[in-house]
């Protein structure tokens, strides 16, 4: 496993991290305690000292899971990165929350949740400007800062990219941005990359799967399980992403590599990139995962 620092933050990430949405229960599995501590076991087995995770992941489950495993664990093995500005209500819907006085209500329960006095990076969470820009707000986290309950701020960017939310990162004491990033969806490289760059800001990449189509085990034509949140793309978005998926490992995934350990190392290899966060289901995940970073040493990659 490869580290590297996280912009001006300073904190010392892997390379390939571990994304925990699908803890929530919203992915059609519920997860046991045991099954995700095996699955960070196996993490850190790996190398892996990066975890992701969200307050509005099953309404604070995905923290609880971490945090209990946290509790028997180093936690200075480990750099947590978790989010605030919405409220889990049910499956895929969430109530926004973005005043101030609703966000140290969510701090807080994180905080409990994860079973930790201190949040590495504690990041906005695909929001609007009209609530981005709020002095208040960004007054209440820094004294929170001040408190100790939060090391670093970061902003994770929604799917369409916000180039204003990034450009603003270092005027509101933001040190890391999350962006949506993976060979077939590349608006990163326009409307964050530059920025990014230009501000010494970590870059977390997620959905570097580009939400399991790069990751080999599909064709055009699958038909998603009713609990699956991927039957709701569009039919033809997701042949033609699948039949761009099978040229890229045709004419540009070196034979005997898997496409998808190809596709994390392949976001990996730009300039702006820190790290990515691809979901892990289990071990074998995980371990198949980790050794995308031995690819980076390959001179074939990601020339932008």
Request: charged letters at 20%; glycine letters at 8%.
């Amino acid at each position: 496993m490869q580290h590297r620092k996280l912009g001006s933050t300073g904190l010392d990430v892997s390379v390939v991290g571990i994304g925990t949405w699908q803890y929530g229960g919203e992915w059609g599995q519920p997860f046991s305690q045991a099954q995700v501590d095996a699955i960070l076991d196996t993490a850190a087995e790996a190398g892996i000292n990066l975890i992701d995770t969200a307050e509005c992941y099953g309404d604070h489950l995905s923290e609880r899971l971490i945090g209990d495993y946290l509790a028997r664990r180093r936690r200075e093995d480990w750099v947590v990165a978790t989010k605030f500005g919405h409220h889990f209500h049910g499956n895929f819907e969430r109530d926004q929350r973005w005043q101030p006085a609703q966000v140290l209500t969510q701090l807080d329960d994180s905080l409990r949740a994860l079973k930790t006095d201190y949040i590495d990076l504690y990041q906005f969470h695909s929001g609007t400007d009209a609530v981005f820009f709020q002095d208040e707000l960004w007054h209440l986290l820094h004294e929170q800062q001040r408190a100790g309950k939060i090391r670093h701020l970061g902003i994770s960017i929604d799917k369409q990219g916000n180039p204003r939310q990034v450009e603003a990162a270092h005027s509101i004491g933001a040190g890391a941005i999350q962006v949506l990033y993976n060979r077939l969806e590349r608006d990163a490289e326009q409307n964050a990359f530059p920025a990014a760059q230009a501000q010494d800001l970590g870059v977390l990449v997620r959905v570097p799967l580009a939400s399991g189509y790069l990751s080999g085990k599909y064709q055009p034509g699958v038909v998603f399980a009713a609990d699956d949140v991927r039957r709701n793309h569009p039919t033809d978005t997701v042949d033609a992403m699948l039949r761009e998926a099978a040229l890229i490992q045709q004419n540009e995934v070196p034979a005997g590599v898997p496409i998808a350990q190809w596709a994390l190392a392949w976001c990996l290899r730009h300039a702006a990139v820190t790290a990515v966060i691809p979901g892990c289901k289990s071990p074998q995940q995980v371990r198949d995962n980790a050794r995308a970073a031995a690819l980076l040493d390959d001179a074939e990659g990601n020339t932008p």
